[in-house]
C-alpha cells in the first residue's frame, strides 16, 4: 500500500486543478466516484490506474501520480465514459489536458510507444498538412525502433493499394504551419 | 442536394476503398459531394492530446473552408473526422469569440457552416430510407449483418447529436432497407482501439476479438462500419479464427444499388468478401475482378 503526503499534494492542488479545468473544460471536483466510467472502459483492463481513480488523483492535487500514469495514454478516447457520468464531468478531456500537461512538463511519457505514434502523426501533419500513413508509420518505427513489427500487414496493404508510397500534401505547406504556430503562440 | 465533402488523410491511403464506395453511393443517391479545397488534417487522433488549441483549430479551418462554399452543410465518411469536426464546432459555437481567434489562427474568417455530418448521417437522415429502397436493384436477402457503430460518431452525444450512443438503429434500419437482415447485439458502439493499433497492438486485439466474437455469436455472417478506422482495425487486428468479412456500409448500399464491387473497391479489403457475396447469389458472373 503506498503512502500518500495529502500535505504535499495539497500545495499543487490548485493550480493542477485550474488548468484542467481550462484545458478539459470541465470540473473534476463534481466526480462523486461512482465508477462507471471505469466498469465501461474498454482498456480499463490494461491501465494502472482506474479512470476513476484519475480523476480521484485530481481532485487532490496528485500531479506525479496522475502524469506519470499509464491510464492517460491508453485512453482511447472512445468517451464512453463522459457519455454515462452521472456528474456530466467529461473524463476523456481530462485525459487529453492531463497529456497536455505531461507533454508541457517534458516528462517521459508512461508509455513510451503510445507517446511515439502521436509525435509521429502530428510530424506529419505539421509536414505535408495531411497524414501520410508510411511516412508516419516509418517516422514511428525508427523512433521507437520497432523497425519489423507489422511488416506482413504493411505488405498486405501495399498489395492491395491501402498504402500509397506518395504523400498527398497541400499545395502550400504554410497553411498549417500557421495553424501549428498560432497554436504554440496561445499555449 | 450538394454538400461540401471533406474526405480525410485516410482516403488518400488505408481507407482508399472507402473514398470509392462513400462517392459511388452519394451519386447514385443524387448527392453531389464537392470536395473542400485544400482541406487539412482533422488533427485526429493525436492533436487532442497534445495541445488543446491545435485541436480546435485543425479542424475548424476546414469547417471555415467550408462554409466558404456556400453549400448545404459539410458531410464526411470518416467517424474519427466527424468527431474531431464536431467538437471544433461545439467549441465554436459555446462562444462566439472564438470565431475571431480561429479566423486569425488559420487565415480564414469563420463563418458556420451548420453541425458537421456523416455520411450514414446524411444517407439515413437527408437522403431518407424510402429514397435508398428505391434504388435497390438486387436486395441482400438473407445477408446477416452486424452494425458497428463504434464509438466516434455517437459518443459523447451533446457533440455527435446523431443517434442513441448506447443502442443506435441508423444502420440497422438502413441495412433492412438493402434487404439485408441486421442482428441484435451487444458490441455497436463499443470502442475498436484503433488508434491504439500500432503503438499496442496485444491491446487492440483483446478488443477487435472481443467485437468479432460478440458479432459471431449473434449469427451475423459479416460487420458493417461507417468508420475508416475501424473497418481497417478490424481486418488487420483480428486473429486468424475471424474470418468474418468487414464492410462498409457504402459497400452493401452500392452492392444493392447494383454497383459492381470493382467500382466500390471491395477488392481492395484484406479479408474475402466476395466470396460472402457470391454465396448469397449477389454478384453478376464476371463481377469478381481485382479492383
Redesign the interface.
Known amino acids: 500500500m503506498a503512502v500518500v503526503d495529502l500535505t504535499e499534494a495539497a500545495k499543487g492542488r490548485e493550480e493542477l486543478l485550474t488548468r484542467v479545468r481550462e484545458l478539459a473544460e470541465t470540473d473534476p471536483l463534481a466526480c462523486y466516484q461512482c465508477g462507471k466510467c471505469s466498469a465501461g472502459c474498454p482498456l480499463s483492463f490494461a491501465m494502472d490506474y482506474q479512470p476513476r481513480q484519475i480523476i480521484r488523483l485530481v481532485q487532490l492535487g496528485m500531479r506525479e501520480q496522475a502524469l506519470g500514469s499509464s491510464t492517460i495514454w491508453l485512453c482511447a478516447g472512445c468517451a464512453t465514459c463522459t457519455t454515462r457520468c452521472p456528474r456530466q464531468v467529461k473524463i476523456d478531456g481530462v485525459m487529453d489536458a492531463l497529456r497536455q500537461l505531461a507533454g508541457q512538463d517534458g516528462r517521459a511519457p508512461r508509455e513510451r510507444e503510445v507517446a511515439a505514434f502521436h509525435t509521429s502523426f502530428l510530424e506529419s501533419v505539421r509536414r505535408g498538412g495531411r497524414v501520410h500513413e508510411l511516412g508516419m508509420v516509418g517516422s514511428y518505427k525508427l523512433r521507437t525502433r520497432r523497425i519489423f513489427q507489422d511488416g506482413g500487414l504493411g505488405w498486405n496493404l501495399l498489395r492491395h493499394r491501402r498504402l500509397p508510397l506518395k504523400a498527398s500534401p497541400l499545395r502550400d505547406r504554410k497553411t498549417v504551419e500557421r495553424i501549428f504556430r498560432a497554436a504554440e503562440v496561445r499555449g | 442536394m450538394k454538400l461540401a465533402y471533406y474526405p480525410g488523410?485516410?482516403s488518400?491511403?488505408?481507407?482508399?476503398?472507402y473514398d470509392r464506395s462513400a462517392r459511388a453511393v452519394a451519386g447514385a443517391l443524387a448527392l453531389e459531394l464537392v470536395d473542400v479545397p485544400?482541406?487539412?488534417?482533422c488533427?485526429a487522433?493525436?492533436?487532442?492530446?497534445?495541445?488543446?488549441?491545435?485541436?480546435m483549430?485543425?479542424p475548424g479551418?476546414n469547417l471555415a473552408v467550408a462554409a466558404g462554399m456556400g453549400m448545404g452543410g459539410v458531410v464526411t465518411p470518416c467517424a474519427a473526422c466527424y468527431s474531431r469536426l464536431n467538437r471544433a464546432h461545439h467549441w465554436l459555437a459555446e462562444d462566439r469569440r472564438r470565431w475571431l481567434e480561429l479566423s486569425?489562427?488559420?487565415?480564414v474568417p469563420y463563418n458556420d457552416v451548420g453541425k458537421p455530418r456523416s455520411l450514414l448521417e446524411v444517407v439515413v437522415g437527408d437522403v431518407g430510407l424510402e429514397a435508398v429502397a428505391a434504388q435497390v436493384r438486387r436486395p441482400l436477402k438473407g445477408l446477416k449483418a452486424a452494425a458497428y457503430y463504434g464509438?466516434?460518431m455517437?459518443?459523447?452525444?451533446e457533440v455527435a447529436r446523431f443517434d442513441d450512443?448506447?443502442n443506435p438503429r441508423s444502420m440497422d434500419d438502413l441495412l433492412q432497407a438493402l434487404g439485408a437482415q441486421p442482428v441484435r447485439w451487444g458490441f455497436k458502439?463499443?470502442?475498436c482501439?484503433?488508434?491504439?493499433s500500432?503503438?499496442?497492438?496485444e491491446?487492440v486485439e483483446?478488443?477487435v476479438g472481443d467485437i468479432l466474437d460478440n458479432a459471431s455469436a449473434a449469427g451475423a455472417e459479416c460487420v458493417v462500419t461507417a468508420c475508416p478506422m475501424c473497418q481497417?482495425n478490424l481486418e488487420?487486428r483480428r486473429s486468424e479464427r475471424h474470418r468474418l468479412p468487414v464492410f462498409y456500409f457504402t459497400d452493401l448500399a452500392g452492392i444493392a444499388f447494383g454497383l459492381s464491387p470493382r467500382e466500390l473497391g471491395i477488392?481492395?479489403?484484406?479479408g474475402e468478401p466476395l466470396e460472402l457475396l457470391r454465396g448469397k447469389g449477389l454478384l453478376a458472373a464476371g463481377e469478381e475482378g481485382q479492383?
Request: glycine share 10%; aromatic share 4%.
Open positions: 488523410c485516410s488518400h491511403g488505408s481507407a482508399a476503398d485544400e482541406w487539412n488534417c488533427g487522433s493525436s492533436a487532442h492530446g497534445a495541445d488543446h488549441r491545435l485541436a483549430y485543425l479551418r486569425a489562427a488559420v487565415g464509438c466516434l455517437l459518443k459523447p452525444p450512443p448506447e458502439t463499443e470502442c482501439g484503433a488508434s491504439l500500432v503503438s499496442r497492438p491491446l483483446k478488443l481497417a488487420q477488392p481492395m479489403h484484406l479492383g
